[in-house]
């Protein structure tokens, strides 16, 4: 039987490439194929240069596919929205407006009606009142201290810095939330911290997380399902672009004693070898393309032979 569950994220046939320094086009994503169902906690690695990054912000709309489309519940993406959100791996923070202002600006902006201001401005203002109430209970969760509040960024060391823009992004609760090596500055301790506020909001809000990180224990203890983005294959003509080589279903998320099981140890193994080793390319025939929802298009020039 077909499956007819309607994915919250498609990506079909999208390529994506850029002209490099010489003017010749350099091919990042070739034929990236992707369908994720809402409340997937979606956990991406690969090797450096591999549009990792490049993959969020197609998925954010920030920028476009050469070719290829990609649809958010069935629309169409063309540009930023309150529906998706993003954590960058280097934090952006309004430098004049306080931590408090800085985790509630979003809510504002979506609040702030001049009509509804004038007409009804106590309202408004119990609004903002609410809203600086969760901002400081965020800011208990992230570990700062209320006194944190009025403090402006530069204040803050850039650990702090990145848990407020965590904070930032995750209080909007928007329905994609989209995160690029947000814990690439913090400590040990904080990371495990985050890790376990992630988690908590996560399953509280029921959002499509799609998290990418080096870490490899990081991306299999917190997702539900790992991509593995890698330009190491090989094909029967020539093709360049990084590929998903792997996608698959993590059985063991969000579980530290895992970590420790023969079972996580392989699948991070599989991993390494699959797609972070340079001098391992396997054939484009054999993929790991066991998650459920994994899908292949078959007009690819390599599946022509």
């Known amino acids: 039987m077909a499956d007819t569950r309607k994915p919250l994220v498609l990506l079909e046939n999208v390529y994506k490439e850029y002209p490099n320094s010489s003017g010749k086009i350099k091919r990042v994503l070739n034929d990236i194929d992707l369908r994720v169902s809402s409340g997937e906690f979606v956990t991406i690695v690969g090797p450096t240069g591999c549009g990792k990054s490049t993959l969020l912000h197609l998925i954010l709309g920030q920028e476009k596919p050469t070719s290829g489309q990609v649809f958010i519940d069935g629309r169409e993406v063309i540009g930023p929205d309150k529906n998706k959100g993003i954590v960058y791996q280097r934090y952006t923070l309004f430098p004049f407006k306080s931590v408090l202002e800085n985790i509630t600006f979003g809510l504002e902006c979506i609040s702030f009606n001049l009509v509804s201001w004038i007409f009804g401005r106590f309202l408004f203002r119990k609004k903002l009142n609410g809203y600086k109430y969760l901002a400081l209970e965020y800011l208990k969760i992230i570990g700062l201290e209320p006194t944190d509040a009025t403090k402006n960024p530069h204040q803050l060391s850039g650990g702090m810095q990145q848990r407020v823009a965590i904070a930032q992004a995750m209080i909007m609760n ?52 790992i991509i593995v983005l890698s330009q190491y294959y090989s094909a029967d003509s020539p093709i360049t672009g990084a590929k998903i080589v792997l996608d698959k279903a993590i059985p063991f998320s969000q579980n530290h004693d ?15 070898r699959d797609g972070l080793d340079p001098n391992y390319r396997q054939h484009i025939k054999n993929f790991d393309l066991s998650h459920p929802d994994s899908f292949r298009t078959v007009t690819n020039e390599e599946w022509r032979r």
């Open 174 to 225: 928007p329905k994609v939330l989209l995160m690029d090596e947000p814990f690439g500055a913090l400590d040990d301790s904080t990371r495990r911290i985050m890790q376990s506020f992630i988690i908590e909001k996560w399953k509280e809000n029921k959002q499509t997380i799609f998290f990418v990180t080096h870490d490899l224990e990081e991306a299999l203890f917190l997702g539900t399902r």
């Open 258 to 272: 895992a970590k420790h099981t023969p079972e996580f140890n392989a699948l991070e193994q599989q991993i390494r």
